[in-house]
Every structure is written in structure tokens, then in C-alpha cells.
């Protein structure tokens, strides 16, 4: 699908050659049930898994809606211990299907039957706890808890799947008996109405295999027939799981601390290897409770050019998690500087735990080619973060949370990538932080997610390139400067966009057509200064938008405005409107 449309304001920027569509590939059927089929699949060089109905049942109202009711609850979820929904699509080779994170691990029962410490089994029975938790605290239950919809990853982290059952009281219409034998509670079985008693009935029975002989008086409290005398919430519950001989291990406690604190000290160096047998270092940010850890370049070898210092090549991938001492730290941050000048690596995958990319971190990585993804998770971004990039031709946006607001022209992130051609922003991400791609001046296309509202400063000012533009559906405010000195030759705005701010589209000497939607109220000074080859102006706006003496600035005097026929004698009558010497009709 070529993003081009010439019927009318779509939000879309014609005169580039346009993107493919984002679509997956490298298809591996993975499992199925009676209703279902699961998918593996790969898009933007993360794997996902696609779950759809199986074909007899494609196209079947009540199975597809209860699908969307599946995607519905799921999606509602933001929690490390439940399976992330990314979006509900319609697939070629799945269907209409629920797209999902894909996560390396086996099934709990599975997983039980290998030999595992009592700390490892407690740490998978607490992440389980807080997930079915969280699912409470949204009003939603989950209600066929057991060991085949819960999936322990390699590194022990739990992940609750298969919302199918699930239950809360806007989906009155689906309510039913429901539940697996054995984990279902009574009053499911029955089939009358079942609460969040019902999942503290099959947690009981979880807890029984995951930790055996243990706990015996909060299981049997979880397990009552009566669902009044179970404990009311996972709350409760882990109160129960809690007895008093805990005082007997203050001292083994106080052992752990010390250990924590002053074997592990924040700011010694330490090093781990990769699958690859590369060496990355980092230092331990936080200890308890988070246990965070940030990748740095050490400071004896900080000197780009010394001959100890450890060359890095090919495709890296920064875990998630790494192992000190029995304890497991997630990586947050990548540190100042930590990769740049390794003119070796072709590829980088950075982790999902991932909140901050320091200064510099991939400055002058120019081998560093092809597709490159910003987790979700994302918060900050430095300056010259991935400067001098030579080979990299594609930026995956995913971070929705990432903001950077510190207007300072010197500020660049992708300067000098002079392979990038494309940026993509996913569905999820709301904001961008400002300065971005700035002088990113060999970009060509960019897709925004249709949930962005506002354009920030700057963000694609000085991409003398640019040409193609998908703007987002959702679009209200362009800001200043935002697309400052672009090469595209035409804009058409979303029906959405309400003001586009100083020097937004200035200096853009190519640019010859521009289209406006019907809900525009103000354009600001020098917004298209400079537009020298600028042909034709459509407003659809039936009443005159604010617009500032400078705006149009040196526009060429053949330049016509079409507007709504009605309105052609209110834009005629407006001081600055009537500077077009010729006003048509639409």
C-alpha cells in the first residue's frame, strides 16, 4: 500500500515516492486449540504472536466478538508480569487476530518439572500474585487461572496469558460457566456469578504446585467451597502467606543487605559476556528495591583510540537483565558514550527494560546499518545519541513516554545520518520529544501514528530531504519551527488541524501546493515564508482563520487561494486573505 491519496484532506503529504506498509513475515504456526491458532511472526526484527480463530471459525460473529472482547481486556493491561497486546489486525495468513509480544519460556507446568530453588519458585509464585493483582485493581478477573496460561521465561519472569475467559462487570453479556477442572471454583462450575474469589480459588491450587507442603493455612482458607470465606483479595491473600517466624531470619536478612550494599558498591565497574563471547560493562545503579543497572564505558579506557580498549562487532544485543552475584538487575540505561566510535557493529537490539539513552551513547557507530527500534519503554533520549550514523536507513519509534523539552539549537540526536530514509512511529506512541530529527537532512519519509495530536518544535526542522509526510489523523497543533526548511512539494493536512505556529513550514522553496482542512483557526508568523514556487493555496474553512501579515510572506504573486464558494466575499473582505490577487471557488 502506497501512503498517497488525492481524494480530499487524508492527512497524508503527496509528492514523495511513499513507504510499504509495516507487514510481518517468517511465519511458524505455534500452537492452537479447539477455537484458536497461534502464530509466530516477525515485523520490524522483533518476533510477535499472532492469535486468530481457526479457519472454520473465521468469519463467525459471536467467535470474532468474543475475540474483541479478548483484545479489549487485554490491551486495558501495562504490567511486566502480563503478556503485552499490541493491537487487534487483520492478517493474511491469521485472520482478524490479536497481535501479542512473543516471549522466549515454557508453561508453569513445564517449568515445574525441572529442579528450581525454593527462592526461585517464591519469585515466580510473588510476579504471579502481582499480576493477577493488577488485573483486579482494573476490575477485571481472569477466571481460568492455571499452569498452561502462565508462561515463565528463560530468565524466570512471569507472564500471564490467554485473557479469553476473563471476566469483569461491563462484560455482563458474555457471562457463563466457565474454567478449567481442577483450578475452576465452585461457583464457576455451577455457573453462577463468579468474582475475584474465584482466581484466589485456582491461586490456592497454584500455590500447592508451585511451592508444595508450604503455606498450607492460606491455601486452605483460598480453597473454601464458599466463596465468603475465601480471602477477598490477592491482598489478603499474600498477608496469609505470611507467618511469624519470619522474625527467627532478621539476622540472615541483615547478611543480604550488607551483602547487597557493600559487596555490590554502586560505582565499581564490573563486566559480562554476551552469547556472542563479547564484553560489555556496566555499574549498578540502585540495589534494592528495583536493582537497575546502566551499561558505561570504562573510565580507564575511555579513550576511543587506546589499544586495550574492547572492540565490539557485529550484531549486539543488550539483555534485559543481568546476574551479579545471584541477583538478577535490569538494564535501564544505556550510559554516556557507552558505544560511540565502535565502528563495528552492524546492529544493535536494545532491551525492553531500556529508560534512558545518555549522551553520545552510539556517536560514531558508522557501521551501525539498516533498521534500528526505540523500545516502548523509553523515557530520555541525550544529545548526539546516534550522531554520525552513516549506515542506519530506518528509525522504529515505539517510545511513547519519551519527552525532551530543553530548546537548544546546538541539541542534534541523528545528525549526519546521511543513510536515514524513513521514520516510522508506531500506534501506541501519543508524544515525540522536541529537536529529535533535527537536521536529519537525508530523511525522505515519515510516518506518524494517527494518535498525536501536537508536532513539537523543531522535530523535522532543517530535513532539506523530506518529501513524504503521513500526518497523524488526530493532528490539532503544529508547533514552532516543526518542519523548518523541508524539500516537500505538497501538504494536505488532516480535517482535524486547528493551528500551525511561527516558521512551522518556512524556507520550504519546493513546496507548491498546500491543502488545509475545514477546522484550521490560526496561522502563525512566517509559518510559509519563502514558499517561492507556491501554486495554490485550498482553505476549507468557511470562515476566515487568524492569519498573521507575514505568514505567506514573499509568496509568489500567481499564487491563487480556493475556498468554499460561500465564503469567497468574507476572505475577500479579510486585510490579509485578500493579498491573493485571485480567490476561487472550491
Given amino acids: 500500500m502506497e501512503y498517497t491519496n488525492n481524494d480530499g484532506p487524508s492527512g497524508i503529504v503527496s509528492g514523495g515516492s511513499g513507504i510499504t506498509e509495516p507487514f510481518f513475515s517468517s511465519y511458524e504456526e505455534i500452537g492452537h486449540g479447539t477455537t484458536h491458532v497461534l502464530y509466530k511472526a516477525r515485523r520490524y526484527g522483533r518476533w510477535y504472536v499472532l492469535k486468530g480463530l481457526n479457519k472454520e471459525l473465521q468469519g463467525n460473529a459471536l467467535y470474532e466478538e468474543w475475540l474483541y472482547k479478548e483484545y479489549s481486556i487485554g490491551v486495558q493491561f501495562d504490567h511486566p508480569n502480563i503478556i503485552r497486546i499490541e493491537s487487534l489486525e487483520d492478517n493474511i495468513v491469521a485472520g482478524k487476530c490479536i497481535v501479542m509480544e512473543y516471549v522466549e519460556g515454557e508453561t508453569l507446568d513445564r517449568w515445574l518439572q525441572h529442579k528450581h530453588s525454593l527462592s526461585e519458585r517464591k519469585t515466580v509464585l510473588s510476579q504471579l500474585l502481582d499480576a493477577v493483582n493488577h488485573c483486579h485493581s482494573r476490575n477485571l478477573y481472569h477466571h481460568d487461572l492455571k499452569p498452561s496460561n502462565i508462561l515463565v521465561t528463560n530468565d524466570n519472569r512471569v507472564k500471564l496469558i490467554d485473557f479469553g475467559l476473563s471476566d469483569g462487570p461491563q462484560y455482563a453479556a458474555f457471562k457463563q460457566a466457565t474454567g478449567t477442572e481442577g483450578f475452576a471454583a465452585p461457583e464457576q462450575v455451577k455457573g453462577d456469578t463468579a468474582d475475584q474469589r474465584a482466581d484466589i480459588y485456582a491461586l490456592g491450587r497454584l500455590i500447592e504446585m508451585i511451592v508444595p507442603h508450604r503455606y498450607r493455612r492460606a491455601v486452605r482458607m483460598a480453597r ?24 527467627c531470619m532478621l539476622p540472615l536478612l541483615i547478611a543480604i543487605l550488607l551483602t547487597a550494599f557493600f559487596v555490590i558498591p554502586l560505582p565499581r565497574i564490573h563486566s559480562t559476556q554476551l552469547d556472542s563471547g563479547q564484553t560489555l560493562y556496566y555499574r549498578i545503579l540502585e540495589n534494592f528495591p528495583h536493582r537497575r543497572a546502566v551499561i558505561v564505558f570504562p573510565e580507564n579506557l575511555y579513550d576511543p583510540l587506546a589499544a586495550d580498549v574492547p572492540k565490539l562487532h557485529g550484531d549486539i544485543v543488550i539483555p534485559e537483565t543481568i546476574k551479579v552475584h545471584g541477583l538478577r538487575y535490569r538494564i535501564t540505561e544505556i550510559g554516556e558514550r557507552a558505544f560511540a566510535n565502535q565502528f563495528f557493529i552492524t546492529s544493535i537490539v536494545l532491551p525492553e527494560s531500556l529508560e534512558k539513552i545518555h549522551q553520545g551513547a552510539f556517536e560514531a557507530c558508522t557501521g551501525l546499518a539498516d533498521t534500528l527500534v526505540i523500545p516502548r519503554s523509553l523515557t530520555y533520549i541525550g544529545p548526539n545519541a546516534f550522531n554520525d550514523c552513516f549506515r542506519l536507513t530506518t528509525v522504529v519509534w515505539q517510545a511513547d513516554s519519551c519527552e525532551y523539552n530543553i530548546r537548544n539549537v546546538d541539541y542534534y540526536f541523528f545528525y549526519r545520518c546521511s543513510s536515514l530514509r524513513t521514520v516510522i512511529m508506531t500506534p501506541n506512541v501519543r508524544k515525540i520529544p522536541e529537536c529529535l530529527f533535527r537536521k536529519a537532512d537525508s530523511l525522505r519519509t515519515v510516518v506518524f501514528s494517527d494518535g498525536i495530536e501536537t508536532i513539537p518544535f523543531n522535530i523535522f526542522s532543517f530535513c532539506n530531504n523530506l518529501d513524504s509526510i503521513r500526518f497523524p489523523q488526530a493532528l490539532r497543533t503544529i508547533e514552532h519551527g516543526a518542519f523548518y526548511t523541508i524539500g516537500a512539494h505538497s501538504l494536505r493536512f488532516p480535517e482535524s488541524t486547528e493551528i500551525i505556529s511561527n516558521y512551522a513550514f518556512s524556507y520550504n522553496h519546493n513546496i507548491r501546493r498546500i491543502d488545509f482542512g475545514s477546522k484550521l483557526q490560526y496561522i502563525g508568523n512566517h509559518a510559509f515564508s519563502e514558499c517561492w514556487q507556491l501554486e495554490e493555496v485550498t482553505l476549507r474553512a468557511t470562515i476566515p482563520p487568524e492569519v498573521q501579515r507575514t505568514s505567506f510572506d514573499e509568496m509568489p504573486a500567481t499564487a491563487v487561494l480556493r475556498v468554499p464558494k460561500e465564503s469567497i466575499e468574507a ?16
Fill in 571 to 586: 476572505y475577500k473582505a479579510d486585510s490579509i486573505w485578500s493579498k491573493f490577487d485571485e480567490i476561487l471557488p472550491l
Fill in 224 to 247: 473454601q467451597t464458599n466463596p465468603e470465606h475465601r480471602q477477598p483479595s490477592v491482598d489478603v491473600l499474600r498477608r496469609t502467606l505470611r507467618s511469624r517466624w519470619w522474625i
